[in-house]
């Protein structure tokens, strides 16, 4: 069975950083896409960005473009998230999905960590 295990979260001040990871299991990671997701209270989840396993290509959301950096670890099944210059509207709950190269739809899903980021 696949399962995603998130972790990272926490509280930091405005302009601080954290690095979320995301390890999965039951699977060896070849042509598949790993992302981030967040959602914020009261809003929809959205994409934050993605990483294609393979051949490493990146995507951001630009909201994040230039501050968030997603990278993988082959030998540990594991993608990170780093934040930098963290803001208030980056306070959500942060997912990591997982989805085949051949797709569009994540279907496994961490259980989500906390970011707080306060002013």
């Known amino acids: 069975q696949v399962q995603l295990t998130e972790t990272g979260g926490g509280m930091v001040q405005a302009g601080g950083s954290l690095r979320l990871s995301c390890t999965v299991s039951g699977l060896t990671l070849s042509n598949h896409v790993m992302g981030w997701f967040r959602q914020a209270p009261g809003k929809e989840r959205e994409f934050v960005a993605r990483i294609t396993w393979f051949s490493g290509s990146t995507l951001y959301t630009p909201s994040v473009q230039g501050r968030f950096s997603i990278s993988r670890d082959n030998a540990k099944n594991t993608v990170y998230l780093q934040m930098n210059n963290l803001k208030p509207e980056d306070t959500a709950v942060y997912y990591c999905?997982?989805?085949?190269?051949?797709?569009?739809?994540?279907?496994?899903w961490g259980q989500g960590t906390q970011v707080t980021v306060s002013s």
């Open positions: 999905g997982l989805r085949s190269i051949v797709t569009t739809q994540y279907n496994n």
